[in-house]
């Protein structure tokens, strides 16, 4: 059975960090190409960060809103992925998830919370 | 940024009845490969995101043949052909042609 599961999320105030792990299992966690989706209280689906494969050299890419705050890694011997949030904004408020598969495979996501 | 617009917003349909959903992107989502990467997912109440159909109009597993997608370069349609209650959520359109991959807006599928 396939599983991602999210932790790491909570309350945070504003310019602080945070970082969001994503566990997985019941899939080649080392091909695949890992992503960060978050929704926002208004249930907009923003896709935020991708970290390719090993053979891809671990290439990432990020959409314009976090890049250069939010830094998204990977340890295959753990099957996980990370989030590093970094100076975060009340905007960052919403439910993570991470997916894999060309969205096919969803966590039950974490949710942040950027208040003061 | 690809803009997907979808319609409707919301659709109230009753039981047995179909739906039709739209959705718009503003540029052609046909990739390098030829390929047409083009998703439409489901997200229950409480529930995270489930994807039905990718690639335009392939089925996951599991998905009943009630459901079918259709479409081309930038117009793309989800239907239904008998609503069952547990279709009942907010269907997103999804496209992973160009980067950063991009969302539609919802539709939210209500009984009437």
């Known amino acids: 059975e396939v599983q991602l599961v999210e932790t790491g999320g909570g309350l945070v105030q504003p310019g602080k960090s945070l970082k969001l792990t994503c566990a997985t299992s019941?899939?080649?966690?080392?091909?695949?190409?890992m992503h960060w989706v978050r929704q926002s209280p208004e249930k907009r689906l923003e896709w935020i960060a991708r970290?390719?494969?090993?053979?891809?050299?671990?290439?990432?890419d990020y959409v314009e809103s976090v890049k250069g705050r939010f830094t998204i890694s990977r340890d295959d011997s753990k099957s996980s992925v990370y989030l590093q949030m970094n100076s975060l904004k009340e905007e960052d408020t919403a439910t993570y998830y991470c997916t894999a598969y060309s969205s096919l495979y969803w966590g039950q996501g974490t949710l942040v919370t950027v208040s003061s | 940024d690809v803009v997907m617009t979808q319609t409707p917003v919301s659709l109230s349909v009753a039981i047995g009845q179909p739906a039709s959903i739209s959705c718009k992107s503003s540029q052609s989502l046909v990739g390098t490969s030829g390929k047409t990467y083009l998703n439409w997912l489901l997200q229950r109440p409480g529930q995270s995101p489930k994807r039905l159909i990718y690639?335009?109009?392939k089925l996951d597993s599991g998905i009943p043949d009630r459901f079918s997608g259709s479409g081309s370069e930038t117009d793309f349609t989800l239907k239904i052909s008998r609503v069952e209650a547990d279709d009942l959520g907010v269907y997103y359109c999804l496209q992973g042609t160009h980067f950063p991959n991009t969302f539609g807006a919802g539709t939210k599928l209500e009984l009437k």
């Open positions: 019941g899939f080649t966690f080392s091909t695949a190409w």
């Open positions: 970290i390719k494969d090993k053979s891809n050299n671990y290439a990432t």
């Open positions: 690639l335009v109009s």
